[in-house]
């Protein structure tokens, strides 16, 4: 039995932003006041902060000297929770977006997973993932 999964697109913009390692949670923790919505990620080579509004890619100075930004995104949610025991999920989405030259940026959580696309991809990627058997719901 083929993977049948419903999927949520918010219809509010995202805004990924990157900063050093080394960035002091001071200066990048404010962008995530009143949002209902972020994701950080920090490794020893980047910190990623997703969030849910429009953020000004003109505005990529105003933090620090190495604070890039990347704004226009849009969310699809896999509805969940999902069970770890669950094989896939991440590479049927993916795979299908990639063979229709649709770029990602993933965040998963405990619970589920959110696929980010580019805005002018979000009705693609939406028809992609009905084609493909998925249900799209848009908030």
């Given at each position: 039995?083929?993977?049948?999964?419903?999927?949520?697109l918010d219809?509010l913009?995202?805004?990924i932003h990157r900063?050093?390692?080394?960035?002091p949670?001071s200066?990048y923790?404010?962008?995530i006041?009143?949002q209902y919505?972020y994701?950080?990620?920090k490794?020893s080579?980047?910190?990623?902060?997703?969030?849910?509004?429009?953020?000004?890619?003109s505005?990529?100075?105003?933090?620090t000297?190495?604070?890039?930004?990347?704004?226009g995104?849009?969310?699809f949610?896999v509805?969940?929770?999902?069970d770890?025991?669950i094989v896939?999920?991440?590479?049927?989405?993916s795979g299908a977006?990639?063979?229709?030259s649709?770029s990602?940026?993933?965040?998963?959580?405990y619970?589920?997973d959110?696929?980010?696309?580019?805005?002018e991809s979000?009705l693609p990627?939406?028809?992609?993932?009905?084609?493909i058997?998925?249900?799209?719901?848009i908030l």
């Amino acid at each position: 039995m083929a993977m049948q999964l419903q999927l949520e697109l918010d219809s509010l913009p995202y805004t990924i932003h990157r900063f050093s390692p080394a960035t002091p949670a001071s200066v990048y923790l404010p962008l995530i006041d009143g949002q209902y919505w972020y994701s950080i990620t920090k490794t020893s080579e980047e910190i990623s902060l997703v969030i849910s509004h429009n953020y000004p890619e003109s505005s990529s100075t105003l933090l620090t000297p190495d604070h890039k930004i990347s704004s226009g995104w849009r969310t699809f949610k896999v509805a969940g929770p999902l069970d770890f025991s669950i094989v896939g999920i991440m590479a049927n989405l993916s795979g299908a977006l990639a063979k229709n030259s649709i770029s990602v940026f993933v965040v998963s959580t405990y619970d589920t997973d959110y696929i980010l696309v580019k805005e002018e991809s979000a009705l693609p990627a939406k028809r992609v993932f009905e084609e493909i058997g998925h249900s799209v719901q848009i908030l």
